[in-house]
Nanobody, 127 residues
Framework: QVQLVESGGGLVQAGGSLKLSCAAS????????MGWFRQPPGKEREFVAS???????????YYADSLRDRFTISRDDAKNTVSLRMNSLKPEDTAVYYC?????????????????WGQGTQVTVSS
């Protein structure tokens, strides 16, 4: 059974930082896209960041344009994990954050391109 389990969410003041982690089990996602989405209250799920292996076997990171200066995605294939470092957090970053993995094709920024999802972790940023 494939599982993605997020951790690291919580309550933080504006300007603070959090690091989310996602541990995958049941299969390896080495070479496949792994990423993060979020769903703010009352809104649709939106793309945050993703990593995908490039031609030289390194991983390239993709970000939502509005988040690339504050968020950093990283992964460790040996541990089957992906992380998201979030700095300078703002109240509008409040959302449930989901880890996801894509084993097929489809646009990296589209939630429906991803096959596996975690249960989500709540991030709340107070003003």
């Amino acid at each position: 059974q494939v599982q993605l389990v997020e951790s690291g969410g919580g309550l933080v003041q504006a300007g603070g930082s959090l690091k989310l982690s996602c541990a995958a089990s049941g299969r390896t996602f080495s070479g496949y896209a792994m990423g993060w989405f979020r769903q703010p209250p009352g809104k649709e799920r939106e793309f945050v960041a993703s990593t995908l292996r490039s031609g030289d076997n390194s991983y390239y990171a993709y970000y939502a344009d509005s988040l690339r200066d504050r968020f950093t995605i990283s992964r460790d294939d040996a541990k089957n994990t992906v992380s998201l470092r979030m700095n300078s957090l703002k109240p509008e970053d409040t959302a449930v954050y989901y880890c996801a993995a894509r084993t097929g094709g489809g646009a990296l920024r589209r939630p429906d391109s991803y096959d596996y999802w975690g249960q989500g972790t709540q991030v709340t940023v107070s003003s």
